[in-house]
């Protein structure tokens, strides 16, 4: 099964009766993080837009529309990283459990794991933390890459390449806390299953940009990450 077919999986596992009563709190999650973070955006848009645009040097203001579709797509990317990292942080302990009965489904037993039930809450919130760890410094780098001339006309290609990655490493996370594997090990799996798991995390990423489809992303997302663990990365 292909990273792409994993993910597309999603949509039929949240569907089956026993898993569906673990898809409707982060539904809700999703729904309240984005109204509150469009109504933040509606207010402020253009001037988000206007400070990224002021970061280009003087001599590409001939190239006014190039200059404003990439800060364009910088912004976009951010409020989207900003949203999905919001929603995973209050969401991560019904994710981690999403993930463990989508695995008892498709293996026929639950994840092995040393650690304690009771403590699934804050390890799932420590472990949201972790990879911001692994987010910032590659996120301020492509930051930097984006306003730097004639480098930055490559920026939006990096831009979704990054987005579709952060999917993948995001939703294969939870099957592979609940075994105890670490972050550090599941990147090394990830990145031998590299093309795969781009496959699984760019459809992932263009959703988000969906109406409606983005409030339901997040279980689909964790059960199609969980499917993606079993197939390619155990």
């Known amino acids: 099964m292909t990273g792409l077919e994993c993910f597309l999986d999603g949509f039929q596992l949240i569907r089956r009766p026993g898993l569906r009563r673990y ?28 400070i990224i645009v002021a970061w280009f040097p003087d001599w590409m ?28 942080i209050i969401a991560s302990p019904f994710n981690a459990i999403l993930s463990i009965k989508v695995e008892q489904v498709l293996t026929g037993a639950a994840p092995v794991s040393t650690v304690s039930p009771w403590l699934i809450l804050p390890r799932s919130v420590a472990r949201e933390l972790g990879k911001l760890r ?3 410094p ?13 480098i930055n ?8 390449l990054f987005g579709a990655w952060m999917m ?3 939703y294969a996370d939870y099957a592979a806390d609940n075994n105890d594997v670490s972050f550090g ?27 409606v489809v983005n409030l339901i992303l997040m279980p689909i997302g964790v059960a199609g990450g969980t499917r993606f663990w079993v197939e390619h990365l155990r």
């Open 153 to 160: 006309t490559v920026a939006p290609f990096l831009w979704v």
């Open 61 to 88: 203001s001939a190239l006014y529309w190039l200059v404003w579709g990439i800060s364009l797509i910088v912004l976009l990317v951010l409020i989207l990283f900003v949203f999905t990292f919001v929603a995973n």
């Open 134 to 136: 692994y987010i910032l």
């Open 23 to 50: 898809f409707i709190v982060p539904c809700l999650i999703n729904a309240v993080v984005l109204t509150l973070l469009v109504a933040l955006s509606y207010s402020h848009f253009g001037d988000w837009v206007a």
């Open 185 to 211: 090990e599941l990147q090394s799996r990830m990145r031998a299953r590299r093309f795969d798991a781009l496959m699984f995390g760019l459809p992932a990423y263009l959703l988000l940009t969906v109406p």
């Open 138 to 150: 590659r996120l301020l780098g492509l930051l930097l890459i984006t306003i730097i001339p004639v």
């Open 168 to 170: 993948s490493i995001q």
